[in-house]
């Protein structure tokens, strides 16, 4: 006899985008504490160069973000019902993306 596979409902989905967002708000502004010494906001080009500077602080953000992604989505794959556990990877994808895309206020 074929498993019949219990999806998790719109109900689920809908609170799993409410802890995505919560997630990635508390991570932006903890990482954004964290590499506050890094980078400089002035982008204008004088006397010196602000690409190094900055180069660091993007890939301590991205690091520090995927880090922070990866560790969550350990945690929730093994404490989350199997039913609810497909959604994880969809989160995780959005995440990724959602690292490049929260650079653009870091250095705001």
Do not use: C
């Not at 959005?94 to 895309?101: E, P, R, V």
Request: proline share 3%; charged share 15%.
């Amino acid at each position: 006899m074929a498993e019949i596979r219990e999806k998790s409902g719109p109900a689920a989905l809908l609170l799993g985008f409410f802890g995505f967002v919560a997630f990635e708000i508390v991570t932006y502004y903890v990482l954004r504490y964290l590499t506050a010494g890094l980078g400089e906001r002035d982008q204008t080009q004088t006397d010196h160069t602000t690409i190094v500077s900055n180069w660091v602080k993007t890939m301590a953000f991205l690091v520090l973000h995927l880090a922070l992604v990866i560790a969550a989505m350990l945690v929730l794959s093994n404490r989350l019902p199997r039913r609810y556990r497909g959604q994880i990877m969809g989160w995780f994808y959005l995440s990724l993306l959602m690292s490049f895309i929260l650079l653009v206020p870091l250095f705001s």
